[in-house]
């Protein structure tokens, strides 16, 4: 397999996907399930963040936007899933699965961008 971006193109927007449905279900979970005002503004926070993120991905492939602007988003978006795990580990495992698997998505989305950029 030839790693270009016509051939690996379609996991970015699977990636995305994941993240989206990861955040979203952990912030309806948490909402849901009355973990605590911090847990739900740490959820709320992340999905919001990430989905700054995403929103400027895509408007800097058009051009509207630097290539650089969506990495502090991206950034704040892990650093609020780190504190999220920090403070759940071991107690909330629904909570810390979504959030793990939200991170592993945005991880491998930044490895797959590295693999493309060789």
């Known amino acids: 397999m030839v790693l270009s971006a016509k051939v690996l ?7 995305l996907l994941i ?5 979203t279900w ?4 948490a909402v849901r399930r009355s973990r605590g005002a911090t847990a739900i ?26 290539a650089h602007i969506h990495r502090p988003f ?7 899933i780190a ?6 580990w071991g107690r909330e495992r629904p909570l810390m ?4 698997g939200a ?3 945005i991880l491998a989305d930044t490895a797959l961008h590295y693999l493309l950029a060789r």
Do not use: D, H, K
Not at 19 to 23: E, M, W
Not at 41 to 62: D, F, K, P, T
Not at 83 to 88: E, G, M
Not at 97 to 100: E, G, R, T
């Open 19 to 23: 993240v989206v449905v990861c955040l």
């Open 103 to 105: 991170w592993a998505a």
């Open 41 to 66: 503004w740490l959820q709320g926070a992340a999905l919001g963040c990430y989905l700054l993120a995403a929103g400027a991905a895509m408007a800097s492939e058009r051009g509207a936007m630097s």
């Open 97 to 100: 699965v979504l959030n793990i």
């Open 26 to 29: 952990a912030l309806v979970y």
């Open 74 to 80: 991206s950034l704040l978006t892990q650093l609020t």
């Open 83 to 88: 504190v999220a795990l920090f403070r759940i």
């Open 9 to 15: 193109w379609p996991l970015f927007p699977l990636l």
